[in-house]
């Protein structure tokens, strides 16, 4: 089944029309969806060929939101990215038409109100037929050039329905939506899922504890997406009770004390599993016992098959920890350029895809995630690549050498502590190491801790210790 | 903390000064002292303060200033810049 015709079908549905889809200035009913829809395609038709990929950018707002929807309902090939992101470097930008949504009030029935074209700049582009409309989505690769995940729409769709089905999403739910819908989760695993299931959807633009609590009185959901470090946030600040029927968290490991004392506030608490490449691979179900919802993320999704390969260097047996390979019948194609252009390279082995996560099984195929095996860690729900932070800070002239080493936890995920070595008779430290990075680095990216050393100490084998690092800070993984 | 039960309440400018204080020295705003205008808006555009800055900074008043937001005093409107929040601050520390 197409997004058209599920669109259409939940639009029309008596009990389901005047369900709204809300953002902070906008508002719109499903009643009205057919018709904003159309009136969307209409204002791009003139402007745009169908066939040509578009660089769709929106937040969190209804007008960004019903743009998505038309992109997909009409079958146009896109780009999913974020409102008012600049490229890093102008080589890295899409050489094609790109759509900017504003998210101030606007008539949602005059798309020129709130949607601004910015024209191609060049003329040699892609050209992609509606039969394979395709979904692009940025991946949250660390700090250099993101790479462009494919999805095909009527695959895409069928991730997005076994969202439905594994958080049995209904019409009268009110679904609150914290996370961004320009990437994986919140487009694929929150918001068209919610749309698909007809319910009301508040979609919060830059999500944090006031606006939340704001927005909590004001639409009352029963249903959260958000992320651990947003657990975290509303444990540590809010005060008043609340059950909601449901929360779904993705991005991060969900560690044991924030699941037990969040299930116990507020109400089931489930994790979601997923990638940009592969959208939900698995997820934990509200009516799963508590230790299973806080140990694992559930079983995989309908069409997901996943295998535990050994480690390198690892002699595994049955059970125990290792590398995971997924393969899923609805997940990406493989990655394209910045132009759209599909890439010659296979990302898949044997048609399964290396997560980058270090996993175990158990008996009743539960799925647990014990974390990353590839010198990358998670901060704010993107991917950090450690030795990409060692080489800026090494790349500073008055510094000599420089390791970045993760250990225990802060609000942005595991923590990252700075070993640097600075250049001979340099009188800066640890302050104005950290007022370099964070002039280079991107809030996440940038280390928790800094520390200035004489040496780093070395393994027999010429390599860092960093175990040794790790245990000088007191902090162990 | 900044003062005890006995200590004479503190000046609007004073709860100013400190909130300029935390926001330099205790956290990860890569700003000095004289370059914060109580005026600026904290959020979005001005500061900034994403939502994990955000949640360390009411963490670092709630310390400093001894005292506790409920609910209901977690507003956006409450924490537009650094004056509406010293307004905030005095009021719950009077009462």
Redesign the interface.
């Known amino acids: 089944m197409s997004f058209k015709t599920l669109i259409e079908r939940i639009a029309a549905e008596p009990s389901v029309r005047g369900n709204v889809l809300v953002s902070a200035s906008q508002s719109c009913s499903y009643a009205l969806l057919p018709e904003a829809l159309s009136t969307i395609e209409a204002f791009l038709s003139k402007r745009i060929d169908r066939g040509v990929i578009l660089d769709a950018r929106c937040g969190n707002s209804v007008a960004g939101a019903l743009l998505l929807l038309a992109l997909l309902a009409e079958n146009r090939s896109f780009i999913l990215g974020k409102a008012g992101e600049k490229d890093q470097q102008d080589e890295q930008a899409f050489p094609g038409p790109r759509l900017d949504v504003s998210s101030s009030t606007c008539d949602l029935l005059r798309p020129e109100s709130f949607l601004r074209i910015t024209d191609s700049r060049h003329d040699n582009l892609s050209l992609i037929n509606e039969t394979n409309a395709r979904l692009y989505m940025r991946t949250s690769g660390s700090l250099g050039t993101a790479k462009l995940a494919v999805h095909r729409h009527d695959r895409f769709v069928d991730n997005v329905l076994a969202c439905v089905e594994r958080f049995t999403l209904s019409r009268t739910d009110r679904v609150a939506v914290t996370v961004p819908i320009s990437h994986m989760y919140g487009f694929g695993a929150a918001f068209l899922p919610s749309v698909v299931a007809g319910a009301s959807i508040d979609l919060q633009e830059?999500?944090?504890?006031?606006?939340f609590?704001?927005r909590d009185q004001l639409f009352s959901p029963n249903v959260v997406f958000l992320t651990p470090?947003?657990c975290?946030?509303l444990l540590?600040?809010?005060?008043?009770a609340r059950d909601y029927y449901l929360t779904i968290s993705a991005g991060d490991v969900l560690p044991d004390e924030v699941f037990v004392d969040y299930d116990q506030r507020f109400g089931p608490l489930v994790s979601l599993y997923g990638s940009t490449e592969l959208g939900a691979i698995a997820a934990a179900h509200a009516n799963m016992p508590k230790d299973l919802r806080r140990r694992t993320v559930g079983v995989p999704m309908t069409g997901v098959r996943v295998e535990i390969r050994p480690l390198p260097g690892q002699v595994r047996e049955e059970g125990d920890i290792g590398a995971l390979f997924v393969k899923h019948s609805s997940g990406f194609i493989g990655y394209a350029d910045r132009a759209g252009k599909i890439l010659d390279e296979n990302p898949l082995d044997g048609g399964f895809f290396a997560t980058g996560d270090v996993a175990s099984l158990d008996g009743d195929g539960m799925l647990e995630i014990h974390g990353r095996y590839d010198h990358c860690v998670n901060r704010?729900g993107r991917l950090v690549v450690l030795s990409e932070v060692e080489t800026l800070i090494a790349g500073l002239e008055w510094v000599d050498q420089a390791v970045v080493v993760a250990g225990g936890s802060s609000?942005?995920g595991e923590k990252l502590e700075a070993y640097c070595v600075l250049q001979r008779g340099c009188d800066r430290g640890a302050k104005e190491l950290?007022?370099a990075c964070?002039?280079r680095l991107p809030?996440y990216a940038?280390p928790d801790v800094f520390h200035t050393v004489d040496s780093l100490p070395y393994l027999d084998s010429g390599k860092v210790d960093r175990h040794r690092l790790k245990s000088l800070s007191g902090e162990e993984r | 903390m900044l003062r005890s039960a006995k200590a004479r309440p503190l000046t609007f400018d004073a709860i100013i000064q400190e909130l300029k204080r935390i926001l330099v020295e205790e956290m990860d705003v890569n700003l000095k002292l004289e370059e914060i205008d109580e005026k600026v808006p904290l959020l979005d555009d001005g500061l900034a303060l994403d939502s994990i800055l955000l949640v360390e900074f009411i963490a670092c008043i709630e310390t400093n200033f001894n005292l506790v937001f409920e609910d209901a005093d977690l507003r956006v409107s409450s924490f537009d810049d650094l004056t509406t929040l010293a307004r905030l601050i005095e009021t719950k520390l009077s009462s």
Do not use: G, T
Not at chain 1, 206 to 211: E, M, P, Q, V
Not at chain 1, 236 to 240: C, E, N, V
């Open positions: 830059k999500a944090n504890i006031l606006r609590l704001e470090a947003f975290r946030m540590r600040h809010r005060k008043s704010d609000w942005r950290k007022i964070a002039e809030r940038v």
